[in-house]
Nanobody, 132 residues
Framework: QVQLVESGGGLVQPGGSLRLSCAASGFTLDRFAIGWFRQAPGKEREGVSCIGRNNRSTTYADSVKGRFTISRDNAKNTVYLHMISLKPEDTAVYYC?????????????????????????WGRGTQVTVSS
């Protein structure tokens, strides 16, 4: 059974940091693009970051560039989102999602884009709250 499970969310003060994990089971991540998305109450889902075949094939939303880092550990079948300098506007439920890598992403290490409707498998999310 294909499953993605997020963990690592919580309550943190502005300026703080968290590391989210996305653990996969039922399939191996090495041929999948993984995206992190978030949704705040009353707002549309937003693509935050995604990673392709290796840790250099990454994409970030402008709102998180320089503060968030996505990485993958294929041996652990896990993708991480390390978040620093957190702001109240980062408060949301964070979801990870997976889809198969395209040929260009596999062969030429092209970075995937966080387009939600392209992602086939989704986790249930983890809450991140940034507040003093």
């Amino acid at each position: 059974q294909v499953q993605l499970v997020e963990s690592g969310g919580g309550l943190v003060q502005p300026g703080g940091s968290l590391r989210l994990s996305c653990a996969a089971s039922g399939f191996t991540l090495d041929r999948f693009a993984i995206g992190w998305f978030r949704q705040a109450p009353g707002k549309e889902r937003e693509g935050v970051s995604c990673i392709g075949r290796n840790n250099r094939s990454t994409t970030y939303a402008d709102s998180v560039k320089g503060r968030f880092t996505i990485s993958r550990d294929n041996a652990k079948n896990t993708v991480y989102l390390h978040m620093i300098s957190l702001k109240p506007e980062d408060t949301a439920v964070y979801y990870c999602a997976a889809r198969e890598l395209t040929a260009a992403e596999l062969l030429f290490l092209r970075s995937p884009a966080p387009v939600a409707n392209e992602y086939r498998y989704w986790g249930r999310g983890t809450q991140v709250t940034v507040s003093s």
